[in-house]
């Protein structure tokens, strides 16, 4: 099946650290979007791009949308223990009821 | 506002044995979703739904059946299950049209021996 390419797959950082992270496809992508999850929880959505080259900040969480419309990219500043988690991008294609999820990347926090 | 319910939350399975889970949304959601999610491969979709009494096939239904008799529940069916079905199973919903994001539940661990 479809599949998304994260990376990296994992990182150390130290506390106030910026964190960036992207993911790849082969294939092009309607919709992107970014969860993180916490452990024993469920995923949960940060921030959603709809268009090509749009550029959209929640906060200390920026995010882009590819100008090819085939990767997307999330970055997060100043780096807080409460980051901790697994972060997953998310795509969709046209018409697909579907998502297609990345690996994730294991995001550690050195307080 | 509970969002989306998954029960159990934790089951220990023999090889063979049957069971159903349940996940149940208060949002009014069409679409509903089971995913697994196994280490490193990320989150895998098994089976959804378009709506109440409509189901279709993910990327990883063999083992699974599912059923959407209403709107609110989706259930997930393992007949005789097998170790390889050892995961961590996410329940989805979300709404028609608007922001394109799901809201998960916070999963069930299964685990066959």
């Known amino acids: 099946g479809q599949q998304l390419n994260q990376s990296p797959q994992s990182m150390f950082i130290q506390e106030g650290e910026d964190v960036s992270m992207n993911c790849t496809s082969s294939s092009i992508f309607n919709t992107w979007l970014w969860y993180k999850q916490d452990p024993g929880e469920g995923p949960v959505l940060l921030i959603a791009l709809y268009k090509a080259g749009e550029l959209t900040s929640n906060g200390r969480l920026t995010a882009q949308f590819g100008i090819t419309r085939k990767d997307s990219f999330l970055n997060i500043s100043a780096s807080i223990p409460s980051d901790v988690g697994i972060y997953f991008c998310?795509?969709?294609?046209?018409?697909?009821?579907?998502?297609?999820f990345g690996k994730g990347m294991k995001l550690t926090v050195n307080p | 506002n509970a969002g989306v319910t998954q029960t159990p939350k934790f089951r220990v399975l023999k090889t063979g044995q049957s069971m159903t889970l349940l996940c149940a949304q208060d949002m009014n959601h069409e679409y509903m979703y089971w995913y697994r999610q196994d280490p490193g491969m990320g989150l895998r979709l098994i089976h959804y739904?378009?709506?109440?009494?409509?189901?279709a096939k993910g990327e990883v239904p063999d083992g699974y059946n599912v059923s959407r008799l209403k709107k609110q529940n989706f259930l997930l069916g393992l007949e005789s299950a097998a170790p390889s079905q050892t995961s961590v199973y996410f329940c989805a919903s979300r709404e028609t049209g608007g922001v394109y994001g799901y809201t998960f539940g916070s999963g069930t661990r299964l685990t066959v021996v």
């Open positions: 998310a795509g969709r294609q046209g018409g697909s009821e579907k998502l297609v």
């Open positions: 739904s378009v709506g109440e009494g409509t189901t």
